[in-house]
């Protein structure tokens, strides 16, 4: 009906002059420019959660504010670019504030790093020009002097700890995630003693029930005995009923496969320098009946964000122990990165180290 009378104006109009805003089409029926778009209301979008804090400094002296920590650095200091100014809020001119440093203390995660004149304090330890001290949960931080408490930390992540292992706990700090896998993931980590940063890499004992645990804690085991220079250092071992904490040594460059994707192709020289450090690997892996079974530009990695520097073979979480005069019969690896016999000859005559020789191939095919 609504059509009907819409079509009945429109010749209704016909006879006489078209006018600006009703114009009919020969039919009697309104053309497109007749019809109303009617705008649709658009789908809002979601907000981004926002960023919890991992830590909080709250003031015990007079003139300092309370300071939530949601970047991974923050410099403290009288000098306007610092990113905590040292000074008395109700007077800027006032002296109080002289005896701290222009650039005074950086706090950073779980350390505290020093940069003053007269001192900067945890829990009345003197941390030292340019020297660094861990900063535990409820730590006291006094500036200048012991005696002149100004902060007290609270480390807001640490609730997130109550599941790791203790002796971990005692030792490690977790922050953020810096990577994932179909295993698990890696978290950046500090030990406490020395604010040294290291990789733990959180595992569930669920991914290996097919092919049992005693399987993947054997790869640890091996990992501590792997001493070649290109191969991933494993540095500490823990394990609950269901889960295991490897801690790697941490390198800063990440995977090969972020710096092959953001580029057409390496440069020939980082590509030799890379191709040579695998191949070292790879031959003492293989002089130690070891065969890896899943070399990919993912389980390469990289000790810095520079084009010339030490790679690690890592991720040995399909490598076995290749006994003499024995074939592997299993199928597994990454697909785009496998040797023909692991898919054709997997279940009947197997495959021996040399599928690990065809997936380097494959690696320096993709650079």
Known sequence: PCCESQSQQGSSSSSGPASGSQSSSGSGTLSSVDTLSVP????????????????????????????????????????SQCNYVLEDPEDKRSRKFRIYSKKHFRIFRVFVEDFSNNG??????????????????KAVLSLAEPQNRVFIFIDLMSDDQSSLPKALQDKYLLTRQIGTGVCGEVRLAFERATCRKLAIKIIKKSNFQSEGSHHYVSCVLTDFCLLQPCLMKTEDFYQTEDSYYIILELMEGGELFEKVKSRQQLNEDVAKLYFYQMLCAVQY???????????KPENILLSSNEDACLIKVTDFNQSRILEEAALMKTLCGTPSYLAPEVFTHASTTGYGLAVDAWSLGVLLFVW
Request: net charge neutral.
């Open 285 to 295: 892996l293989h002089r130690n009946g070891i065969i890896h079974r899943d070399l």
């Open 120 to 137: 900067t304090f945890v829990d009345g330890l003197k941390v030292g020009r340019n020297k660094k001290l861990p900063l535990l949960n």
């Open 40 to 79: 649709l209301a658009s789908v809002p979008e979601e907000p981004e959660p926002e960023p919890k804090p991992w830590g909080q400094l709250i003031p015990m002296a007079r003139g300092f504010r309370s300071h939530d920590c949601l970047e991974e650095q923050y410099l403290f200091g009288r000098d």
